[in-house]
């Protein structure tokens, strides 16, 4: 394979900014660098010193001083606009030009670039919203709404990370869209030690209303009926934590559920769901999942719910988890199934896990990006 340029434009660059968004291009970015490849990073300027600056052969590019990117809980669209229009001062002989769709504006300023400097576009769509846009910000979301529909046709080369995400750019229209998705550190996964502290269910993740934790709790109360002495834990923090203690103490749920609140240390969170039965993935709006897939990895199946904003249904099959329709009788029923089933083994949940290991994921950035895992057709 060709060695080639790559640049990424993201505003939030990694480790500055620790999201999952910001984290799949720093492992991806690295290990291009590693097998020879050229990456740029074109960002806000998080870091003190000079603009450009390189980290673990990374080149990044400060374009802006950094701006806050939420206002009032909503993604600023004075800080998309800046952004996008400090992008205009770049100057590239890169190969290919990764942007992430949001905050979108950015989308336009690349294809600019593209058109006026030749690197191949590619669009990399973290989340498609739709009619969320309403949701969202109600009258004003139509205008999103529009933006997200013109942002889908700048190029024919569009990355999704799901196949969630790849589902919702083709019924924008897209004629094909090709997943790169976020991945994990297998090889340090499989290295961790299980917790001393043992459970039969965990839930890994922010406590917040769309998570559906009440949902679990709700489900316990019916697991108890059937095994007495079930152990959950609860590992996150969130608005909704006070709430949902009081909703285990109200069910009397005390002395099986405990709530541990955030863990900052991952290789603990990690060892706790290696002495866990099952992790258990409540949520409806999951934009990929990656706690399940971490569960899966540390070697236990995963319970999720059907719903249509839910991209962990796309990580489960019948060899390392269940989808239950989001009602407690049948999320209890799930969840008994597999604590007294031992058909699904910690060695195919691992597996499962493994084709997201983040250099399974470069292999396919590679492949994207050199073109070879496209339709002929796709226009430059």
Not at 255 to 270: H, K, R, T, W
Not at 311 to 331: H, Q, S, T, Y
Request: hydrophobic share 40%.
């Amino acid at each position: 394979e060709a060695l080639m340029k790559i640049a990424y434009v993201y505003d939030a660059v990694y480790p500055w900014v620790k999201g999952g968004a910001e984290k799949r291009i720093y492992e991806i970015s690295r290990r291009l660098e590693a097998r020879g490849h050229e990456v740029h990073f074109y960002g806000m300027k998080w870091w003190p010193g000079q603009d450009d600056i390189e980290l673990e052969g990374i080149h990044l590019h400060g374009i802006c001083p950094p701006m806050p990117l939420y206002r009032k809980g909503k993604r600023s669209i004075a800080q998309a606009a800046y952004f996008a229009g400090r992008m205009l001062a770049i100057r590239t002989d890169c190969d290919v030009l990764d942007c992430q769709n949001f905050p979108y504006l950015s989308c336009f300023s690349a294809k600019l670039i593209s058109r006026l400097q030749g690197p191949k576009l590619f669009i990399t769509w973290l989340e498609v919203w739709g009619e969320y846009w309403r949701e969202y910000l109600g009258a004003k979301g139509r205008a999103g709404q529009a933006v997200e529909w013109a942002a889908a046709r700048l190029t024919d080369r569009n990355i999704a990370i799901s196949r969630r995400t790849q589902r919702d750019l083709l019924s924008l229209g897209v004629r094909d869209a090709q997943i790169v998705p976020p991945g994990i550190d297998w090889r340090m996964i499989s290295g961790i030690a299980p917790s001393a502290e043992q459970s039969d269910l965990i839930y890994v993740g922010r406590l917040i209303e769309h998570k559906n934790v009440d949902l679990l709790i709700r489900a316990v109360k019916r697991v108890k009926s059937e095994i007495p002495d079930v152990r959950v834990l609860i590992v996150g923090d969130g608005p909704e934590m006070n709430n949902l203690k009081l909703l285990a103490r109200e069910l009397d749920l005390s002395q099986s559920i405990s709530f541990l609140g955030f863990v900052e240390d991952y290789n603990y969170a990690l060892s706790l769901m290696k002495s866990s039965r099952i992790f258990v993935s409540p949520s409806t709006r999951e934009g990929f999942g990656m706690a399940a897939l971490e569960a899966n990895a540390c070697g236990i199946p995963v319970v999720t719910v059907n719903h249509d904003m839910n991209a962990v249904m796309d990580l489960i099959g019948k060899d390392n988890g269940l989808i239950c329709r989001p009602e407690e009788e049948e999320l209890s029923r799930a969840i008994c199934a597999l604590l007294q089933d031992q058909t699904i083994s910690r060695e195919r949940c691992i597996e499962a896990a493994r084709e997201y290991d983040w250099d399974a994921v470069c292999d396919r950035a590679e492949r994207v990006y050199d073109q070879t895992s496209w339709p002929k057709s796709t226009k430059q």
